[in-house]
Antibody, heavy 119, light 110 residues
């Protein structure tokens, strides 16, 4: 069965970077793209961007352009999300998802990773 | 890209039907038939309930149905059950390989 397992919670200081992993199993890794979303405490979901696991093509939400990088590693069936220049309002649970065809953000989701940004 | 607009909350008694609206624009919901709905219980990850406006993934009960008219999509839950209580989010493809979520709706079973 399809599973997405994310790395554990992180605590970072303002200005630092964080890199979260999302290990996929149960399907052909390069057959689906990955999307990332985040959810601040008590708030709604915010789409961050997507990355093709086949070509490496990416597209990012405008408000995160320049601070976020999405990548994949087919040799380990893992997707990554790196966010730089962290601010307190980046504190959130970050989710990876496998994109459904042709244009669904997530037909399967990871369990989420809490990133806390605090001095 | 602004979030799609959903009511903050809807409620119903067991067995009743509730409908959640998701209003976007002619650039997202109104332009593409790529609206999805997600169920998110407290403290859990989202789960896909409807995709491509009205299609149900395998395993999702047929009590859940989706539709769209103009710039507004809707999710209807028929025969409301206690374990339907959760937050529900819509999302839409918005062109140029971008996506947008709705503001979220809390469903309460009375």
């Amino acid at each position: 069965q399809v599973q997405l397992v994310q790395s554990g919670a992180e605590v970072k200081k303002p200005g630092a970077s964080v890199k979260i992993s999302c290990k996929a199993s149960g399907y052909s890794f390069t057959s689906h793209a990955f999307s990332w979303a985040r959810q601040a405490p008590g708030q709604g979901l915010e789409w961050m961007g997507w990355v093709s696991a086949y070509t490496g093509d990416t597209n990012y939400a405008q408000n995160l352009q320049g601070r976020v990088t999405l990548t994949t590693d087919a040799s380990t069936s893992t997707a990554y999300m790196e966010l730089r220049s962290l601010r307190s309002d980046d504190t959130a649970v970050y989710y990876c998802s496998r994109m459904g065809m042709p244009a669904t953000i997530g037909d399967y989701w990871g369990q989420g990773t809490l990133v806390t940004v605090s001095s | 890209q602004s979030a799609l607009t959903q009511p903050r909350s809807v409620s119903g008694s067991p067995g009743q039907a509730v409908t959640i609206s998701c209003t976007g624009t002619s650039s997202d919901v109104g332009k593409f038939d790529y609206v999805s709905w997600y169920q998110q219980p407290p403290g859990r990850a989202p789960k896909l309930m409807i995709y491509d406006v009205s299609k149900r993934p395998s395993g999702v009960p047929d009590r859940f149905s989706g539709s769209k008219s103009g710039n507004t999509a809707s999710l209807t839950i028929s025969g409301l059950q206690a374990d339907d209580e959760a937050d529900y989010y819509c999302s839409s493809y918005a062109g140029s390989y971008t996506y947008v979520f709705g503001t979220g709706t809390k469903v309460t079973v009375l």
